[in-house]
């Protein structure tokens, strides 16, 4: 059982993470490489500020929530949206986007290990985390705050993608992006607005992760980026249901990984994972299959 | 120019094994697949030569022979799994395969030497040796990139339906490139090992993908000249300038960033374009002579 808590713990700050990603690749059809730098650059922003001042909880979530909303829309303004007024075919705009993206994600990375000296950093907070007995089950407050938050979040979001007219705007993008913009969608607005809330949910998890481990490094965002990926190709692209399973899935595989004294192998376990679902059911556990002539 | 030479051999190897990981990226994107296997044929490579030489003490040459075989044929099996992914998903199942490649080598035990690396695999290679080998590589790609079989695989690249219409075997196109990209990519690995005596898992990383590709994206991704560009404006910049030198990695960024949005074809693009803009020039101003002399 204390297992199963832990799996609940891990998989929200993963699905925290992936939602970000998920909504934005699933919708506009950008897979944002820089997602995982923005998550760490929100904490570390955290870090700088609170190495200032001491704050309370929810004012560091707030900072790093900010941080990372507006590095996603600077990112958007600055790099996506070039590419793709540049691009003569949805192909070839993949390609430079996934690119710039690296290219991106390579400047804040680059910033912290320059800052920290590769070494892990965490906040200076009045905040404290307590640990909860129930049923004989451990857990801290802050791993109750991260479950709480990625259980609402996830399931808010994927009703909100599914039954509000804004979500209905986006799909609809995913689906077809021209006729979506012939029926009087603003592309570029929506595009702007879900790459801010996709860095924002970056920033709260990040936030959230430094808490909860006392420190994270500069590289954590890489490691967090495979594996968000490994999570959004399980459940399928475009489907926020899948994200959430997905994350939870990946969590648990890790942790059993883990408990049967695997420690060195648990980084294989997402691999492995987009490896399998990529080639057995390459549209994922909920996705829509498309269809391909070559 | 034999005092330049013998004050910066380090700089030119560096240049020369840059260059060869590169072009093991760049082959499978001419061929429009969007492949980072080149990198992990860079880990099996060196990690091959690396245990031929150490544990079964074979001389230089053999072991990196063996690197590249052995590398070559096992991404053309992956080649084969994962053939039929299109665009970001290959991105992202290759860059998968080269991070398991990591994980593998740390949990190798003895024959990889675990985390720490492989030690004490010192090869008898000088610049001859390499420039050598470069000379193979670049007579085959340059095979590959004019005339007749040029045109079929820049077909593949930019319409696969239109190559398989015409006759093109577009998915032997494919695998050719995945296997042609793990030789050269196990090649840059065991001479690079060779050349430093040692390899660790840590050097496999997603850092190497960006050095890859930021010479690519930098020189040019459509000519082995435009990565031999990108790899001496790689590896010479930081020497020239020291705020380069300090902030590396940010700099790196910048520019792929950079690079992706305005130059998609990298400086051998914009050169190009100049030349072929002068000769349009040229050949106006010949025919406005022409018809006043009518």
Known sequence: MQDLLNVAS?????????????????????????????????AFVGHLVTSETELPFLAVVLVAVLVGAAIAALTQL??????????????????????????????????????????????????EAEVLEIFGLR?????????????????????????????????????????????????????????ATAGALAGLAGAL??????????????????????????????????????????????????????????????????????????????GRKEVRRT | MSDWYSMNVVLIQTTLTTLLLALSIQVPIRFGVFSFAGVGAFGIGGYTAAIAMVHLGWTTWPSVALGAVISGIVVFALGLLVQRLTGLYMGMATIAFTLIISVLAVNGGELTGGAGGLYGALGEIDTGHI??????????????????????????????????????????????????????????????????????????????????????????????????????????????????????KVVYGFIVAVAAIYLPNGVLGVVKDLIHRFRTRQERARLAVLQEKG
């Open chain 1, 139 to 195: 857990l801290s407050t802050t791993s109750a705050v991260v479950i709480v938050a990625g259980l609402a979040i996830g399931i808010g979001l994927t009703v909100w993608v599914r039954r509000s007219r804004r979500g209905l705007a986006l799909r609809a993008i995913g689906v077809d992006a021209e006729t979506a913009a012939g029926m009087g969608v603003n592309r570029t607005l929506l595009a702007f607005g879900t790459m």
């Open chain 2, 131 to 248: 420039l050598a080998i470069l000379a193979v590589v670049v007579a085959v790609l340059v095979w590959t990139e004019t005339k007749g079989m040029g045109r079929r695989i820049d077909t593949v690249r930019e319409d696969p339906e239109l190559a398989n219409s015409v006759g093109i075997d577009v998915v032997k196109y494919r695998l050719a490139s995945f296997a042609l990209s793990g030789v050269i990519g196990g090649l840059a690995g065991g001479i690079t090992t060779l050349l430093r005596s040692t390899i660790t898992p840590a050097e496999v990383n997603f850092h190497l993908v960006i050095v890859a590709l930021t010479a690519i994206i930098v020189g040019g991704a459509r000519s082995w000249l435009g990565a031999f560009i990108g790899a001496v404006i790689f590896v010479w910049l930081p020497t020239m300038i020291s705020f380069v030198q300090e902030w590396e």
């Open chain 1, 209 to 286: 992760l430094t808490f909860q481990l006392g420190a994270i490094a500069p590289e954590t965002g890489d490691q967090l980026l495979i594996k968000a990926f490994a999570i959004i190709v399980l459940g399928g692209l475009g489907s926020m249901a899948g994200t959430v399973i997905g994350a939870y899935v990946l969590a648990g595989a890790e942790t059993l990984v883990l408990n049967l004294n695997y420690g060195t192998w648990v980084d294989a376990v997402s691999f492995g994972l987009i490896f399998l679902i990529l080639l057995a059911r390459p549209q994922g556990l909920l």
């Open chain 1, 10 to 42: 891990l998989g929200s700050i993963y699905l925290l993470f992936a939602l970000g990603m998920a909504l934005v690749w699933g919708t506009i059809g950008i897979l944002n490489f820089a997602h995982g730098a923005t998550f760490m650059f929100s």
């Open chain 1, 78 to 127: 600055l790099a996506f949206q070039p590419i793709l007024k540049r691009s003569k075919n949805q192909h070839a705009a993949e390609m430079r986007i996934l690119i710039g993206g690296i290219g991106v994600a390579a400047i804040p990375l680059a910033i912290a290990q320059h800052q920290t000296r590769s070494s892990p950093f965490g906040f200076r907070s009045s905040y």
